[in-house]
């Protein structure tokens, strides 16, 4: 299975940066990492929180990732 392998880092320092992660499918079905991120459900909406990277074995296919931070960022 393939690899997804990310890494967020801060655009001044380079450093990896916390944040919240959105994997959805083709299809739009959430997609979590089975790692010791943490995980929230929402209604429909999934996301993952992220402490600067994360790995996800995905089958093959499209997906969107999609990264957020507060917005005091």
Not at 42 to 51: A, K, Q
Not at 53 to 73: K, W
């Given at each position: 299975?393939?690899?997804?392998?990310?890494?967020?880092?801060?655009?001044?320092?380079?450093?990896?940066?916390?944040?919240?992660?959105?994997?959805?499918?083709?299809?739009?079905?959430?997609?979590?990492?089975?790692?010791?991120?943490?995980?929230?459900?929402?209604g429909?909406?999934?996301?993952?929180?992220?402490?600067?990277?994360?790995?996800?074995?995905?089958?093959?296919?499209?997906?969107?990732?999609?990264?957020?931070?507060?917005?005091?960022?």
């Amino acid at each position: 299975m393939p690899l997804l392998s990310v890494s967020v880092l801060d655009d001044a320092t380079e450093t990896p940066t916390p944040c919240r992660v959105y994997l959805t499918d083709a299809a739009g079905a959430s997609v979590l990492p089975s790692t010791d991120h943490i995980a929230f459900s929402v209604g429909e909406e999934s996301h993952f929180l992220c402490e600067g990277s994360f790995e996800a074995s995905l089958a093959a296919g499209t997906y969107r990732v999609r990264v957020e931070r507060g917005p005091e960022y």
